[in-house]
């Protein structure tokens, strides 16, 4: 799990200041401070990196409050590809 900093100090979820929640596919990060959508996409893309799937999987914004992830279209560009040659 990554280190979420609140408040200007890493690992501060203590409190029930952050909590993340888990249902078959989908996460929930509830905040009762101030907790910026940017920093979280920050922290995914670092996780994506770190185990090495930042290659398959992309952070896209669905909605005003929230991400998902979704694969690249490598299929698709490689198909497109070969039409041109």
């Known amino acids: 799990m990554p280190i979420f900093r609140v408040n200007g100090k890493a690992g501060n979820l203590g ?3 952050v909590t993340i929640e888990r249902s078959k596919s989908k996460i929930t990060v509830t905040s009762e401070v101030p907790f910026s959508k940017r920093y979280l996409k ?5 996780y994506l990196k770190k185990n090495n799937l930042r290659d398959w999987l992309r952070v896209v914004a669905n909605s005003k409050e929230s991400y998902e992830l979704r694969y690249f279209q490598i299929n698709q560009d490689e198909e497109e590809e070969e039409e041109e040659d």
């Open 15 to 17: 409190g029930g200041v």
């Open 42 to 46: 920050y922290l995914t893309k670092k």
